[in-house]
Nanobody
C-alpha cells in the first residue's frame, strides 16, 4: 500500500501562485506516470499535468505556460507549480502515481482563486 499526501493548497488572489506537493510513502523512482488532476464542483475530474516515461511532461491547454510539474526522487515528491492563477483554476487538486502494478491517488487539496 502506498500513501500519497497532497499539500500546498489554499486561497489565493487571481494572478497569484501556489506550489502543490504530493509526498509518497515509498520511492517514486519506478513510477511510470505521475499526474495532477483537478475537479471543480459539478465537473468531471480532468488531467492538468503529467510526467510520463521518465521526464516527459504533458499539460492541459489550460495549464500550458502557467503550470509546471516536476519530481524530486530523493524526496519521493511530485510538485505542481501554479503561476498566474485564475478563478477558473478553483478546484480540488489530486495527485496520481502509477507504478505499473497499481495506481494510487491522494486525498486532494483545495485550491481557491478569488477574483
Amino acid at each position: 500500500q502506498v500513501q500519497l499526501v497532497e499539500s500546498g493548497g489554499g486561497l489565493v488572489q487571481a494572478g497569484g501562485s501556489l506550489r502543490l506537493s504530493c509526498a509518497a510513502s515509498r520511492s517514486i523512482f519506478s513510477g511510470n506516470f505521475m499526474g495532477w488532476y483537478r475537479q471543480a464542483p459539478g465537473k468531471q475530474r480532468e488531467l492538468v499535468a503529467a510526467i510520463v516515461s521518465g521526464d516527459t511532461t504533458n499539460y492541459a491547454d489550460s495549464a500550458k505556460g502557467r503550470f509546471t510539474i516536476s519530481r524530486d526522487n530523493a524526496k519521493n515528491t511530485v510538485y505542481l507549480q501554479m503561476n498566474s492563477l485564475k478563478p477558473e483554476d478553483t478546484a480540488v487538486y489530486f495527485c496520481n502515481i502509477d507504478f505499473g502494478w497499481r495506481s494510487y491517488w491522494g486525498q486532494g487539496t483545495q485550491v481557491t482563486v478569488s477574483s
